[in-house]
């Protein structure tokens, strides 16, 4: 079944009707992060890197992460492999950078690693729910993302 997953994923995302879809304003925001220095991006999902490398080129985004972590490069999260390799491939200390996710596991996963973790409400849970994880600060909106970034 994992095999099949694979296999059909990379079909399905090539349509238009399954194609990814960022949320509103994540893209401007990306830009403007990568174009805010010193700031380096990257990436620590729980999709395979042929799911996501793909999806990051069909938004025309890959240029934006200096590193892309995926669950076929490390343990799952909560775990912190794959945050820890994020630093390492940057160059970057824990107490440089912010991990922002949309999950329990994400805010466990930054606290693994000890890294400030930034829950987004507008994923899979709640606002309580990423504070009892270990979520340092809460966005509830693109814009408020950005402001706790300190992106303008």
């Known amino acids: 079944m994992v095999r099949a997953y694979g296999r059909i994923l990379r079909q399905l ?3 238009p009707d399954f194609a990814e879809r960022p949320f509103d304003g994540i893209a401007t925001l990306l830009r403007d992060l990568n174009n805010a220095p010193p700031v380096t991006l990257g990436i620590a999902t729980g999709h395979t890197s042929a799911a996501v490398i793909p999806a990051l080129e069909a938004l025309g985004w890959r240029q934006y992460f200096r590193t892309v972590q ?7 999260k909560p775990h912190p492999g794959m945050l820890l390799q994020a630093l390492d491939a940057t160059g970057a200390r824990a107490e440089q950078a912010v ?3 949309d999950t329990s596991f994400d805010m466990e996963m930054a606290r693994a690693a000890k890294l400030e973790g930034i829950g987004v409400t507008w994923g899979y849970h709640s606002a309580d729910r990423l504070f009892a994880a270990g979520a340092h600060r809460i966005a509830r909106s693109v814009e408020e993302l950005r402001s706790l970034l300190c992106v303008h």
């Open 13 to 15: 995302r090539s349509e």
């Open 70 to 76: 995926a669950a076929d490069m490390a343990p799952s």
């Open 99 to 101: 991990f922002i996710g």
